[in-house]
């Protein structure tokens, strides 16, 4: 099979057991929002966070290694696993050392009483990260895409019996991604037969010296990502101001407008799972920098096309993952998702920029780049924030994913040097800007100009999708 066939098969079949399980984790955001207060889901939002900025920490990042090397023919893939399994419980032992004086820094003062779930939810979620990518690396896309539907409806009924039922609000949800994570761990433990992959003999210390030499320059790169996308959050919540809205209530605000852009986020990683796949098998291919400018600008018009449309139906969508019958603060939550859907947007080109940098084996570039990003945003929020308040944040992040994505498609194209169109990209991005500001501002007939500059960018950005199905169908 051809690799854009392959790709495709496999973004059809990661589609398939992905769509179903990232609606429910969105519709979830309205049980969310209908049972738990702003200042709550500020609280919940900043310990799934921190169980993000932890989890590569202690487990080395070793769930990017084990699909890296598992996917690589030259490598025993007993070997991997068994090496990766070791090196993550080496990781996570500490653990319980460190976590528990977390909640003494002042900024992370609301997980009071939620260390020991946190501990929980970091080694369960790495357990089941290692297994699915694990599964995915032996090529099982179908198992780990019916793990994500799985996963989701456990999520779901835990969170209905919990939250909705025993009113335990954020302690709830906890609980409930703790149990979906151990099921789906098992689960995929038994049903793939990994238990034959696993043996101390297969442990391989040449083999853990190179995967390390691989994840570590990716740990810090995880955790500044991590909090790049987070430490908005952070100052809005602790910023105090008589002019601006501003503190936790009008953090939970923000959270859940971040939610919306997941729609856009949610068409990325369907592709992204069976494109890692790609990069890294085809990277010593002959066509690979063709390969690579194909596929891009079709995934570039997808992402411009489908964060436009979300853009012209931001209201009513918003008024279906936002519940505020209780809490009617968050009605005007989706005037905050505008610019954050233009940061998703570049988020996820970021993340394809460093497939490259993955499968190159050159992670230190992705190193670099975050780092300078995430001085700039720290500058940005405090600059923004107190002038424009929680507008001054999706700005940030938004000028932060920008800045990531020209210094990444400047240093990534080295290793790859695939041919893009900077013209397409700069309309592009101000066509969305200006739909941004028309949803923001509201200006008189703001609807209709929202629908004109959809036209625009759905007429500029059609072709290489036309391109890309002849390119199927043909081969």
Not at 70 to 92: Q, W
Not at 250 to 261: D, N
Not at 300 to 311: D, N, P, T, V, Y
Not at 422 to 441: G, K
Request: charged share 15%.
């Amino acid at each position: 099979m051809n690799k854009y066939k392959l790709l495709a098969l496999n973004t059809i079949i990661f589609t398939i057991g992905s769509f179903g399980s990232k609606i429910i984790s969105l519709l979830l955001n309205n049980l969310y929002t209908k049972y738990i207060s702003p200042a709550e889901l500020f609280t919940k939002s900043l310990l799934e966070t921190l169980a993000l900025f932890l989890i590569p920490v202690f487990s080395f990042s070793i769930t990017e290694a084990v699909v890296r090397y598992g996917l690589d023919r030259r490598y025993s893939k007993k070997e991997v696993f068994t090496t990766a399994i070791t090196l993550n419980i080496i990781g996570i032992m500490p653990i319980f050392f460190t976590v528990p004086f977390i909640r003494c820094i002042p900024y992370f003062r609301h997980i009071e009483g939620y260390t020991a779930l946190l501990m929980i939810y970091i080694i369960t979620s790495s357990a089941r990260a290692l297994c699915s990518q694990f599964v995915r690396a032996r090529g099982m896309v179908k198992l780990f895409s019916l793990d994500g539907i799985l996963a989701t409806l456990t999520l779901l009924i835990f969170n209905i019996i919990f939250i909705t039922r025993h009113g335990m609000g954020v302690r709830g949800f906890m609980i409930s991604t703790i149990l979906s994570d151990l099921c789906s761990a098992l689960f995929l433990f038994f049903s793939a037969g990994l238990k034959k992959f696993y043996n101390g003999k297969y442990f391989n210390k040449k083999l853990s010296r190179s995967m390390l030499r691989f994840t570590i320059p990716l740990i810090p790169t995880t955790v500044m990502w991590t909090f790049t996308g987070f430490s908005d959050q952070i100052f809005i919540g602790n910023m105090k101001s008589d002019k601006l809205f501003l503190g936790e209530d009008a953090a939970g605000i923000y959270a859940a407008a971040s939610k919306i852009p997941n729609l856009i986020s949610m068409l990325s990683t369907i592709f992204f799972q069976s494109w890692n796949m790609s990069a890294i098998t085809e990277n010593d291919s002959a066509d690979r920098n063709i390969f690579y400018a194909k596929v891009y600008s079709a995934y570039e018009s997808i992402l411009f096309i489908g964060s436009a449309g979300l853009l012209l139906f931001v209201k009513p969508i918003s008024a279906i993952l936002i519940n505020y019958s209780v809490f009617p603060e968050y009605r005007m939550a989706y005037i905050y998702t505008p610019l954050l859907i233009a940061a998703a947007v570049y988020t996820c080109f970021d993340l394809f920029l460093a497939s490259i940098y993955t499968a190159t084996k050159h992670t230190k570039n992705a190193f670099f780049s975050i780092l300078i990003v995430c001085i700039m945003n720290i500058i940005l929020n405090l600059k923004l924030i107190p002038l424009i308040g929680i507008q001054g944040a999706a700005l940030a992040t938004f000028l932060s994913y920008l800045l990531c994505y020209w210094i990444r498609i400047i240093d990534a194209r080295y290793y790859v040097p695939f041919k893009f169109s900077a013209s397409r990209n700069i309309f592009n991005t101000c066509a969305l800007l200006l739909m941004c500001a028309a949803v923001i501002f509201r200006p008189f007939g703001y609807i209709i100009w929202e629908i004109i500059l959809f036209m625009l960018i759905f007429l500029k950005n059609y072709r290489p999708l036309v391109m890309m199905c002849r390119k199927l169908i043909k081969r």
